[in-house]
């Protein structure tokens, strides 16, 4: 959809008129900024075809205003998104985000639709079921307009009974996404055979989830490995969930190829990636390959380049921190919220140059990676034909309820064989 300027302008208006969700209408009654249903930014990527929304992980202040500032060069829509997890060493969490979004886009002008996403609420043991029947009320009262509920720390059996009881506190427009198999590379692979189950349990209860996230051989943070993305893998188990219409949530891209995130792209049906550390990375100026990877000195150290994002002073202040906790190169995103004040405090100049550094690498990734350069109009045009803020169910009941009872899907589960893999931590 191309359109001229003033044409997308009065669309645009339209569509802030009757497509934003009664939580963000509420928090922001005189907003000018799009924020949607991730339902909507999911849909405009398959109707473009082979396009993939970057969900940009917040975990700071820069980062989300460089990926705003990127989507609306690439006039692409774009995910705003943090994890439950990150709530413990990021000022962002999932009770100001969308405050922060709403902010930044009416401060720059932004015209292009925004989705804010809760990734990754962790569900570990049957006790964290209890306090979710709370706390996922109380996110999408704060501005939430899709969320991920990731029991998949869980058997086969438990995730899905977890995911089943907790989608009743998820409002029925926003964005959903599931997760079978823990984000932890090579180690505990994904199946067809279990991601099957859990959509089709799913599916039994009349919960049609836009996205599902695998273990299909990535990792969270950055990337050690040579394996990463099995693109194969992944082609087979988008393939066995087809009648179903899900999509694919991609984890873990920091550290893989463009080539390899292009063939995630062509060959399976993903249509978000999520990207957290090389944003991070990137704001603050350390050396990066060509898709954000942070590259390492003979001594195995970070590469601080210079007049590039942080100060040299406050880079110095950082790396003695981290040498002082002993925190480990994959644990650096723990700076995040103890140099809040001092990266914030930071000369505009300089974060200035922290911003356009994460803007000019997103810009690129949107544009010759991710193929969702003019996915805006896509949204806006879904928004009108809809008539509001929710596209509907993206699929329809395929199974029997009566074969999906707690009963039965412990029968079905305790039949699924497969390596969990390695013990440890893998939060995003």
């Known amino acids: 959809m191309t359109l001229n300027p003033s044409e997308y302008q009065k669309t645009f208006d339209e569509a802030l008129h009757i497509g934003r969700p009664p939580n963000i209408a509420t928090l922001f009654p005189n907003s000018k900024a799009l924020i949607v249903s991730g339902k909507y930014i999911d849909k405009a990527m398959r109707t473009k075809g082979r396009a993939i929304a970057m969900a940009a992980n917040g975990r700071n202040y820069f980062v989300i205003r460089g990926a705003l500032m990127a989507a609306q060069r690439a006039n692409a829509a774009i995910i705003i998104e943090i994890a439950k997890s990150e709530s413990d060493y990021c000022a962002i969490n999932y009770w100001n985000l969308a405050r922060y979004v709403d902010t930044l886009c009416n401060e720059l002008g932004i015209t292009v639709p925004v989705a804010v996403h809760a990734d990754h609420y962790g569900i570990k043991k049957p006790e964290d079921i209890e306090s979710a029947r709370t706390l996922i009320p109380s996110i999408f009262d704060a501005g939430m307009t899709s969320t991920s509920i990731d029991a998949s720390h869980l058997p086969d ?231 509001g803020h929710d596209p509907g169910p993206r699929a329809e009941p395929i199974e029997t309820p009566e074969d999906w009872t707690p009963e039965k899907i412990r029968e079905k589960g305790e039949a699924i064989v497969r390596d969990r893999g390695e013990e440890g931590d893998f939060e995003d």
């Not at 299909?216 to 050690?224: D, K, M, Y």
């Not at 490995?225 to 693109?231: C, D, M, T």
């Open 157 to 387: 059996a438990d995730n899905l009974l977890a995911s089943i009881e907790l989608y009743k506190y998820v409002p029925d427009w926003a964005g959903f996404e599931t997760e079978v198999g823990e984000i932890k590379g090579a180690s505990g692979l994904s199946t067809p055979e279990e991601a099957l189950f859990l959509v089709q349990g799913l599916n039994a209860h009349s919960i049609f989830p836009d996205w599902i996230a695998l273990n299909n051989g990535t990792t969270h943070g950055i990337e050690s490995g040579s394996e990463g993305i099995q693109i194969d893998l992944t082609a087979r188990i988008h393939e066995a969930l087809s009648p179903y219409n899900v999509s694919g949530a991609q984890h873990g891209t920091s550290g893989n190829s463009s080539e390899k995130l292009v063939q995630i792209r062509e060959k399976t049906r993903t249509t978000k990636a999520n990207v957290a550390t090389a944003l991070q990375m990137l704001a603050w100026g350390l050396k990066v390959n060509d898709y954000g990877n942070a590259q390492l000195d003979e001594n195995g150290e970070f590469i601080k380049l210079a007049d590039e994002g942080l100060t040299e002073a406050a880079w110095e202040k950082l790396t003695a921190y981290a040498r002082e906790k002993g925190l480990k190169k994959g644990d650096y995103k723990k700076l995040n919220l103890p140099f809040e004040t001092t990266l914030m405090g930071l000369d505009r100049n300089i974060r200035d140059r922290m911003c356009r550094r994460v803007e000019n690498f997103t810009h690129d990734m949107l544009v010759n990676v991710f193929n969702c350069k003019d996915t805006a109009p896509l949204v806006v045009e879904a928004i009108l034909e809809a008539g």
